[in-house]
């Protein structure tokens, strides 16, 4: 194989801030490249320099050994270098074809005002044919899965002949099935003589679909190896920096109480919209229990939480906990009574980002004594009560003073962990509890979860990750289209089957 695309010192600095410290970057020709590395290593940024969305600030790209510099990601794809972004540009109200030959329409030969619309629609079947999607080209986008959209944005640079295409986390919102098609459809790309660079988290992705992968830590690569001369837990150490667990010991024998501790029963909301997005949802959860909500983002898993932590309001069912109704309460009144919340998005809800550690470490808490002398807050008691939270948690720090937006997103989401954890709660919920954290963060909030399980506490666990809701919950209710559609065993039950469920299909045993 031949050296299609290469850097050179590739630097990108923020200020002072460097994302990127003089990158050195080979990718083969007909190859399949993982880039792997921590949440805030560099890999999006290095990317982005890739597909000019951004300017390096020194360093060089070559193409095919020839220096090169683009203007914009318009002049990148002209030159064969295609991006599919994590969040998908396409119009939900447009066609299949429409999408993807937005911005390179074909005109009608007579009146080129117009657009051959018969042409477009031959020209993207012939497309789809091609390369093997399964899609029906007059369909409206809105009406597709999340996995059949991805495949939308991977035929648009498809149509505009990219030889070099970069997927971002291309698996963070699919289902099992999706998932294991998106990679024999990679692997189909490359046997057509694409060539594929490839950034995720997910290590099994990457030992089963890549060549090579290279691990970039703080900005600088600090590894190339050939996928066949190495392995997940060598990857995982090269990443973090030291041995990690990969997998969740999670003892299965710990026995909940028969005692339910928190009950929903027919939970309905409607959106601002007028649609319903929580639809007669109920479930219990006992003491000692990990319950845990698969499914498909936007199936309605984000306003079921907001629900259940009082910043959404039901229309319709009824919130129990320890046998008192506790629908519709406030977050504070939540907290006051036991239950400790860990959000889905750390910095929209769960933290001030220009505020210190020790004022976002008592958030939720405000009101408490325990931080108060003779009715005024206490600055000492705040500090000493955060440096032990950061002591405990094993949260680092730059600057004890110094403000939450300077923290890795792992280390933010166990600063709201270990705030939540500090009352002793008997009830958690747990919404995408390691959203953008790196791996050694992973195995430690897992870790936190299981042993607040494993004291008596009773846990809510919602999760994209299909893996983490199967390795950590005691059961799983699946939700698809605002319902749950089925609870399941997760010691009896594949990922095949759950993932039927997370894409509406509902088999036979769980009906």
Not at 106 to 121: H, M, N
Not at 194 to 221: F, N, P
Not at 289 to 306: C, F, H, P, R, T
Not at 389 to 408: H, K, M, N, P, W
Request: glycine residues 8%; hydrophobic residues 40%.
């Amino acid at each position: 194989m031949s050296t299609i695309l290469e850097t050179k010192d590739l630097t990108k600095k923020f200020g002072d801030f460097t994302a990127n410290d003089k990158i050195n970057l080979t990718v083969e020709e007909g190859e399949i490249k993982a880039i792997v590395g921590e949440n805030g290593a560099g890999k999006s940024t290095l990317m982005n320099m890739l597909y000019r969305q951004i300017p390096p600030t020194s360093g060089e790209i070559f193409l095919r050994g020839k220096p090169i510099e683009f203007q914009s990601p318009r002049d990148a794809i002209q030159h064969g270098i295609g991006m599919v972004h994590q969040h998908f540009m396409l119009v939900p109200s447009f066609k299949v074809y429409e999408n993807i030959l937005l911005g390179t329409e074909i005109p009608d030969a007579k009146l080129r005002f117009l657009v051959d619309s018969k042409k477009e629609q031959q020209e993207c079947a012939e497309l789809v044919k091609k390369y093997g999607f399964d899609l029906d080209v007059n369909e409206v986008v809105e009406n597709l899965s999340v996995g059949q959209q991805q495949k939308i944005e991977i035929l648009k640079m498809l149509y505009r002949n990219v030889d070099i295409l970069i997927l971002d986390e291309p698996t963070s919102v699919l289902t099992p099935q999706e998932v294991d098609e998106l990679l024999l459809q990679l692997k189909e790309l490359k046997a057509q003589g694409k060539t594929i660079i490839l950034i995720t988290h997910k290590l099994r992705e990457v030992m089963e679909v890549s060549d090579s992968v290279t691990v970039i830590k703080k900005g600088q690569i600090i590894g190339n190896v050939k996928t066949s001369e190495t392995n997940e837990a060598e990857l995982a150490q090269m990443m973090v920096g030291r041995k990690v667990l990969l997998t969740v010991q999670n003892d299965h024998s710990v026995q909940e109480s028969p005692e339910t501790i928190y009950t929903v029963r027919d939970l309905t909301t409607n959106n601002t919209y007028g649609n319903v997005v929580v639809d007669h949802v109920s479930f219990e959860i006992r003491k000692g229990e990990i319950y845990g909500i698969a499914g498909v983002e936007g199936n309605g898993q984000s306003e079921l939480v907001k629900l259940l932590s009082g910043m959404m309001e039901a229309t319709g069912g009824t919130v129990h906990y320890k046998g008192e109704d506790i629908t519709n309460l406030w977050a504070n009144e939540l907290r006051s009574i036991g239950i400790a919340i860990i959000p889905e998005d750390r910095y929209a809800q769960g933290l001030c980002k220009e505020m210190t550690l020790s004022a976002n470490s008592i958030a939720g808490s405000t009101r408490s004594d325990a931080f108060k002398k003779n009715g005024v807050y206490d600055s000492k008691k705040i500090r000493e009560h955060c440096q032990k939270l950061i002591d405990r948690y094993e949260i680092r720090i730059a600057d004890f003073d110094g403000t939450v937006s300077q923290l890795s997103g792992g280390n933010a989401q166990k600063l709201i962990i270990a705030r939540e954890m500090r009352s002793q709660p008997d009830f958690l919920i747990a919404s995408q509890p390691t959203r953008g954290v790196d791996i050694g963060a992973i195995e430690f909030i897992h870790q936190q979860i299981l042993d607040f399980r494993n004291r008596g506490g009773a846990v809510l666990l919602i999760s994209s990750e299909l893996s983490e809701v199967m390795s950590l919950s005691d059961r799983i209710g699946v939700m698809y289209k605002g319902k749950i559609l089925g609870e399941v065993d997760p010691l009896e039950t594949s990922e095949t089957q759950i993932g039927l469920l997370m894409a509406g299909a509902v088999p036979q045993e769980v009906v």
